[in-house]
């Protein structure tokens, strides 16, 4: 996926904050992890689905490296 498609993802995630959207990103028909937009506190959250950890992000650019980063792992 590129950086472009994950940004405008994200953007998207945060304009529609008030319809509770949940992004889901897989690698081999695996799970890999989601991302919300918190409109409460502003962030995004990524959640590792294998051990629920949650990460919050404030800047779209730091999300998007998470997730990009995510995917390569």
Do not use: P
Not at 17 to 23: K, R
């Amino acid at each position: 996926m590129s950086s472009d498609h994950t940004l405008n993802m994200l953007e998207t995630l945060k304009y529609y904050c008030d319809s509770q959207i949940t992004q889901t990103f897989s690698t081999d028909k695996q799970q890999i992890i989601s991302v919300c937009y918190l409109k409460n506190n502003q962030s995004f959250e990524i959640t590792y689905t294998e051990t629920n950890i949650k990460k919050n992000f404030r800047y779209i650019e730091s999300a998007a490296e998470e997730i990009e980063k995510a995917l390569r792992n």
